[in-house]
């Protein structure tokens, strides 16, 4: 039987899932700056602090370091705290607290304690904030052992996936770019549907081209696809969903279909975490491919100002169709 | 040096008041993007500030800092066109609105991460000391950034090494939209700061001719090798956090009413008499000019993005 479905924003579907966690786990509350009386700037948890009050939806003082230290404690002595940051670009504050306590916890612990916690927010340029608010960070906690990434692209993988993160006994690192908060999709009316991680997702099948990304990148390649199906070129959409654990057998075995792969990331191409995926492809798939695989990144500058020039360091669906014909 | 006059200091802040009213134009017709941050009824804290500083001084703000900027001596025309993203922005469009830097002038950043500057400034004050250069630092920050830990690390480091700097807390009694009750625990902030070894002077910040005679003061010292000075500044935005922020769901309006009858250009004004208007009008007047021609400045080329990551 097909569960019923309702339509809902990723932001929406996200909510709900959060609404729906705090209902379930008592255990489970958020912290973060500007989330309780003014029920965040990106709304998220509208409504959350009239419906679970102030000792579960804490509004912090301007401290991603003090924040993240104190969830870490909270989390390794029974709780569940989720932590919003305003932007990812403000965990950048945080980084000593997240790599070098929340992930190493569990290892450097013997497994003693567990470090349960969410770490959510936008990642990603939105509107000309400019370089020092636009930073895609999911490629620099995957980059780290011991934290769980995801970075969902559609309204239900925001349901499940956020609820699969609450409920792990990780940290997790779950990643909203600013432009995929308003993309409307089909959610399950289910309260246990959770979408596990290390799962990747065809959105679209084809027998051509390979195009590779997560959040944001993913509606890109899906707009791309469609553009070349156009002139005849059979792309097949894969988002990843989960940077860590990493679904590489979907992966695999999309190139095994298509032969040929084009990864995109909104980070900085140099070291972004597609580099990762591509390379990973290289080793493992090297007799499969038909012509090497192409990586569609940021520009590696700090993000610029400028409309004009903040367009050029973005991935667009142009860059795309242009990665693509370089391989077909 | 002589405190401006009532006009001079109204001059700097009404030039400031336009831009902001340009600013907020633009941006609801969307030919601004991105977050604006207004510091309308703060005026004259930049006003008094910068006017006990010399052209080479040091100075970093924060993304509400315009008025600084401009106070500091700043060409309107290379604010206004790095505002617009233009070409002919002070960084090209490169840095934008929250990032607006000008050597020339001494200023090392308005900046969009909320504490940023002050550790910045302190590192400049070094340099004053170290070449005995007779340059002061002053950093000006908000009431929410003086809970970040590096902006303690920064002022401790400062009164360690008896370094230049002056610290201008701008105390609005609110960071973004949280109230200064909900996120310190202790809300004396002169305590805070004077618990690293310095003084700690509270003014009203809605003056400008109180504001340059307390921070004329901690320049002096600063210049003389007293070292730093931590200068509490009260005063209001009387708008919004931000332009997504109406500001009104966070205060009751008649908060936000007494504060805009108690406005530093209101006050200013009155005690100026009839020439005061003819001084506002004028400023309106020039930066709508300056806006005009910022629009008119050309875009930055494309291919600019990637030159400039090294030196
Ligand atoms: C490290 C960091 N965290 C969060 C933000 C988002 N933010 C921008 S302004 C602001 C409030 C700052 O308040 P305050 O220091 O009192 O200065 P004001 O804005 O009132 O001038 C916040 C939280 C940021 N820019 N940087």
């Known amino acids: ?328 | 040096m002589e405190s401006p006059s009532a006009e001079s200091f109204l001059r700097q802040m009404a030039t400031l008041q336009a831009l902001e009213r340009e600013l907020t134009t633009l941006s609801q017709s969307g030919r601004l993007r991105g977050s604006l941050h207004l510091a309308q009824g703060q005026e004259a804290v930049p006003a008094g500030a910068c006017a006990a500083l010399q052209p080479s001084d040091y100075l970093t703000a924060t993304y509400r800092g315009h008025g600084y900027v401009l106070a500091k001596g700043c060409s309107l025309d290379g604010v206004l066109a790095e505002i617009l993203g233009k070409a002919t922005g002070l960084a090209c469009g490169k840095g934008g609105k929250m990032h607006l830097f000008d050597l020339s002038h001494g200023l090392l950043g308005t900046n969009g991460i909320v504490g940023a500057g002050v550790g910045s400034v302190v590192g400049a004050a070094l340099t004053a000391k170290m070449d005995r250069n007779g340059r002061v630092g002053l950093t000006v920050f908000g009431d929410g950034a003086i809970n970040q830990g590096h902006v303690h690390e920064a002022m401790n480091m400062a009164a360690l090494y008896q370094l230049p700097v002056i610290f201008l807390c701008e105390n609005n009694l609110y960071a973004e939209m949280t109230p200064l009750h909900r996120s310190h625990g202790n809300v004396n902030l002169l305590e805070r700061a004077s618990s690293y070894g310095m003084d700690a002077i509270q003014v009203d910040g809605n003056d400008p001719f109180k504001v340059y005679e307390v921070v004329k003061k901690a320049v002096d010292l600063g210049r003389s090798g007293g070292g730093p000075t931590f200068i509490e500044a009260l005063t209001y935005r009387t708008v919004g956090h931000y332009q997504a922020d109406a500001g009104t769901s966070y205060r009751t309006l008649e908060e936000i009413e007494e504060w805009r009858q108690n406005s530093p250009i209101k006050r200013l004004s009155a005690r100026i008499g009839p020439d005061a208007e003819k001084i506002i009008d004028e400023a309106d007047e020039l930066v709508h000019e300056a806006v005009e021609r910022a629009l008119g400045s050309p875009d930055p080329d494309p291919a600019t993005a990637l030159q400039g990551v090294f030196a």
């Open chain 1, 1 to 328: 039987m097909i569960a019923a479905t309702t339509e809902l924003s990723f932001r929406d579907a996200l909510r709900k899932a959060l609404t729906e966690e705090l209902e379930r786990d008592d255990n489970v509350f958020v912290m973060g700056e500007d989330i309780g009386r003014y029920q965040g700037t990106f709304r998220v948890t509208e409504g959350m602090l009239t419906k679970f009050g102030e000792r579960r939806i804490i509004d912090t003082p301007i401290v991603e370091p003090g924040f993240t230290g104190i969830a870490i404690g909270a989390a390794m002595t029974g709780l569940r705290p989720i932590v919003e940051m305003m932007t990812m670009s403000f965990s950048i504050l945080a980084l000593d607290q997240i790599m070098n306590h929340a992930a190493k916890i569990h290892y450097m612990t013997g497994g003693q304690a567990t470090v349960p916690m969410v770490i959510r927010g936008p990642s990603g340029a939105a509107k000309q904030l400019s370089a020092q608010h636009s930073h895609s960070m999911e490629g620099w906690y995957a980059h780290c052992p011991g934290l769980k990434v995801v970075a969902p692209a559609t309204a239900a993988d925001a349901y499940g996936m956020f609820k699969a993160s609450v409920r792990d006994d990780n940290p997790v690192i779950f990643v909203e770019n600013p432009g995929v908060y308003t993309i409307k999709g089909q959610v399950p009316d289910d309260v246990n549907y959770l979408v596990p991680f290390g799962k990747a997702a065809i959105l679209r099948e084809g027998k051509d081209v390979s195009l590779i990304g997560y959040s944001r990148m993913t509606h890109v390649n899906l707009a791309a696809a469609e553009e070349l199906a156009k002139d005849g070129i059979d792309c097949e959409v894969v988002d990843v969903r989960s940077l860590t654990p990493l679904d590489t057998e979907t992966i695999y075995e999309s190139v095994r279909k298509t032969h040929r792969a084009v990864v995109v990331y909104e980070d900085w191409k140099n070291g972004g975490y597609g580099g990762e995926i591509a390379a990973r492809i290289g080793e493992d798939c090297f007799d499969d491919l038909d012509a090497p695989v192409v990586r569609c990144g940021g520009l590696n500058v700090p993000m610029p100002y400028a409309r004009v020039l903040e367009l050029e360091c973005i991935p667009d669906v142009k860059d795309v169709i242009e990665k693509v014909r370089k391989i077909r």
